[in-house]
């Protein structure tokens, strides 16, 4: 007997249900449920790492992503800017930095940064001490992701604002600042969001810097407590405390392209 | 930085041998073209045959392959020239509004005044709802373009040139993509300006409009000008097959 | 198409703006006199680099980083009126002399190794611990020596003397896996990820003692010798003071009791 094609799809959705539920038991059936609790839900564990976790770990990530997105978000408009330039050198100086901090693991650049300032320029440190290069590099990064959204979004505003704008007698510079760049941050809002949730993981990388404990921020402090704990519950603690950053960041980029989506 | 100096004996806008050439394609083949100051010239023309790009070489926003274009007396094409400040006298409504939509109404008028002419954020707002009232939408100055209708968007656009009072303005076709009950309002607006003695360049369809008010009518096809001469003659009693052939079709 | 140029002067003087104000923030290493002439960083703390987890020389408990150099480096911060500031660094910083030529701290407590490269560096203090390589194996597996690795896997930790003695002692047919830290060495080990693992004796021993499932199956003469470092040519007085922390601390028992409490034993002679 042949089945109508939604019959068809009924039973199966309904065969991956049933799948489903018996996988998840089976899971739950053959964890050594006692030992998990031990090792990713230890109270004690986690007893240890509070207030810190929140008051220097929490803040210094928080600290950290804010001011390296800052920098980023400056360094990635003048790289678009440079991309979108008349100017030859400025387009493949531009191109350049982007290839390379896109292309390079954002580990390897921090260490070098760090390496490799205070043995190029001896004496000199970046201002700012330890949140300064940490700005530094994560910018450096996260410049360079976002100047692509960035330079995008740019060119996404229709080509008639910019002529409006010039129409009226606005310079080039003051037509960008006015009427294009407004507009263009207004479009590229979401995938920009994005970027910071992205950040915020990077910043676990600040740690090759080196900190002392007033300057740890979540991940390390996570790493620490796991060694003197030896159990994965401060690994847990910290993932918690990630996503305390990264999920309401990532509602309202939902949010926010609802919302445009909506919008005429 | 040569500063701009308007010669009051010139005419407003003067043409000479002007090509203009995309790559290959040559869209204006030498076009000699006088508007005097407080003349109405309208241009008409099939589509490709580079009129619009015609208009947008008198403010510079496209850049001529060769030939000179003179404003009041100034010669856009000299390379020292300060391109913004020619502009600046030059207002010009396009056939998208290209309203700034991050921006009310009001301030669509006042931006350009506060950051080109510096002048102080009373005195914009006085010009700007002066001419929202002229083009009959003061009551719209707190609005959003995105709530506006494409006619009220239009004479939005108009308000926005003129505040910056200039000595002429360019019309790109500005009732093309307007529905066909909105396009009276706008080009009420016009006639309006037009009886002011506002020097005038307008591409356009409506030859209703060149006829009523323009001084001077210029058909152009494949680049040149075919046609020209005072807008009852031509469009009464064209002489060449094209300027015929065209007319036959749109009218 | 003209730009006005005064559009392209603004678009110039942003990089000119931005690169005088980073070489205007160009640090002399404004180091802070204490007694005894030894220079520091940071006023009122001694800065000390180190790298976590070492245990029992430098690890973290009940929030705190306590250990043998930790109490060591103590007794030096007391003499010279400071607290002790900890920072925290990828070891090869420290065996590299980096981190402290670079102003990261004032001196490196690591249970570091005095060895001649690393001399070429950093300036050492006189030795304050004996030690040698050791081998780390899972309880009855048959391991005694480094031959009995052939065909096998051998844990080591980056930038350390033990990963140079694997290297120049294994048999060719032994593969050699680097850890950075030391818990991740054990923890491979422990969980059968690589069949042994090569570190100091002192901080084997204190592992075993918590994972009895462990041993350490045999020691390697390497006759190692540990010392606190700072920059080289930089800081004479303070490697001048914590030399006489250290034979005072000898002398006068302190040295002793703190083996003891990290030891177990009392010192050898």
Not at chain 2, 88 to 110: D, E, K, W, Y
Not at chain 3, 44 to 71: A, I, N, R, W
Not at chain 3, 110 to 139: C, H, N, W
Request: aromatic share 6%; charged share 20%.
């Amino acid at each position: 007997m042949a089945m109508s094609p939604r019959k068809r799809a009924r039973l199966s959705r309904g065969i991956q249900y049933v799948v489903l539920v018996v996988l998840v038991l089976v899971a739950i059936a053959l964890m050594d449920w006692g030992r998990i609790q031990e090792q990713f839900f230890n109270l004690d564990s986690a007893r240890t790492m509070w207030p810190d976790v929140i008051l220097i770990a929490l803040k210094n990530t928080i600290i950290y992503t804010a001011c390296g997105f800052g920098f980023g978000l400056l360094l990635g408009l003048v790289l678009a800017l440079m991309r979108l330039s008349s100017v030859g050198p400025y387009r493949w100086l531009s191109t350049g930095f982007i290839e390379f901090f896109r292309g390079v693991p954002a580990l390897v650049v921090f260490i070098a940064l760090d390496i490799g300032i205070s043995l190029a320029f001896p004496g000199y440190a970046v201002p700012g001490d330890k949140l300064g290069i940490a700005t530094l590099a994560l910018g450096l990064v996260g410049g360079a992701y976002m100047a692509e959204t960035i330079r995008a979004g740019i060119q996404a505003v229709p080509k008639g604002q910019m002529e409006a704008a010039r129409s009226l007698g606005m310079s080039h510079t003051r037509a960008m600042i006015s009427i294009v760049i407004p507009q263009a941050f207004r479009i590229i809002l979401p995938p920009l969001t994005n970027e910071l949730i992205l950040l915020t993981k990077d910043s676990s990388l600040v740690y090759v810097l080196g900190y002392t404990s007033a300057q740890v921020e979540l991940t390390a402090f996570g790493r620490e407590t796991l060694n003197q704990e030896r159990n994965l519950t401060p690994l847990v603690a910290i993932a918690l405390c990630y996503l305390l950053i990264t999920i309401p960041l990532s509602i309202v980029v939902r949010r926010m392209e609802a919302r445009s989506g909506r919008a005429r | 930085m040569t500063a701009p100096k308007v010669d009051p004996e010139a005419p407003a806008i003067e043409i000479r041998d002007l090509h203009k050439a995309f790559g290959d394609n040559e869209v204006l083949s030498g076009i000699d073209l006088e508007v005097g100051q407080g003349d109405v010239v309208c241009v008409i023309g099939p589509s490709g045959s580079g009129k619009s790009t015609l208009l947008r070489c008198v403010n510079l926003l496209e850049e001529p392959s060769s030939g000179d274009v003179f404003v009041e007396g100034i010669q856009v094409t000299d390379p020292d020239v300060d391109v913004d400040a020619v502009r600046s006298r030059i207002g010009m409504v396009f056939q998208q509004f290209n309203l700034f939509p991050h921006l009310s109404v009001l301030r669509n008028l006042t931006i350009a005044q506060q950051r080109v002419k510096k002048r102080d954020k009373s005195e914009c707002e006085g010009i700007a709802r002066a001419n929202l009232d002229k083009v009959g939408l003061s009551d719209k100055a707190d609005a959003y373009p995105a709530h506006l209708s494409g006619g009220q968007q239009q004479r939005v656009a108009i308000a926005r040139a003129l505040s910056m009072e200039p000595d002429m303005m360019l019309f790109d076709e500005v009732t093309s993509a307007l529905d066909p009950e909105l396009v009276g309002d706008v080009l009420a607006v016009m006639k309006q300006l037009a009886n002011e003695g506002m020097t005038m360049m307008v591409v356009t369809h409506e030859m209703g409009f060149a006829r009523e008010v323009g001084d001077d009518l210029v058909f152009m096809d494949g680049g040149v000008i075919v046609e020209q001469g005072n807008p009852r003659d031509v469009l009464g009693d064209p002489q060449h097959e094209r300027t015929k052939a065209f007319l036959s079709k749109v009218l | 198409m003209t730009d006005s140029r005064r559009g392209r002067l603004k678009t110039w003087t942003i990089p000119i703006v931005t690169a005088l104000a980073l070489a205007g923030c160009a640090t002399d290493s404004e180091k802070t006199k204490v007694e005894g002439g030894a220079k520091v960083i940071q006023s009122g703390s001694l800065t000390v680099c180190t790298h976590l987890p070492y245990e029992p020389f430098q690890y973290k408990e009940g929030g705190d980083v306590v250990g043998f150099d930790v109490d060591l480096m103590d007794l030096v911060a007391a003499e010279l009126d400071l607290e002790q500031e900890i920072f925290n660094t990828p070891f090869e910083k420290i065996e590299t002399g980096l981190s402290m030529s670079q102003g990261d701290c004032d001196i490196a407590a690591a249970g570091m190794t005095i060895t001649e490269d690393r001399q070429k560096v950093m300036d050492f203090s006189d030795p304050y611990f004996d030690a040698t390589q050791a081998l780390l194996v899972q309880k009855g597996a048959g391991v005694a020596s480094l031959e009995d690795l052939s065909g096998k896997t051998l844990g080591v930790q980056a930038s350390t003397t033990g990963r140079l003695y694997a290297e120049d002692n294994a048999p060719d047919d032994v593969e050699i896996a680097v850890y950075e830290d030391l818990a991740l060495l054990t923890a491979a080990v422990k969980t059968g990820k690589i069949d042994a693992g090569i570190n100091d004796n002192t901080v084997l021993y204190d592992y075993v003692a918590d994972n009895p499932d462990l041993e350490v199956a045999t020691e390697f003469d390497t006759g190692e010798q540990y010392g606190f470092a700072v920059a080289k040519d930089g800081n004479d007085e303070l490697i001048a003071t914590v030399n006489d922390v250290l034979a005072t601390a000898k002398e006068d028992g302190t040295y002793d009791d703190l083996y003891q409490q990290y030891f177990g034993d009392a010192p050898a002679e």
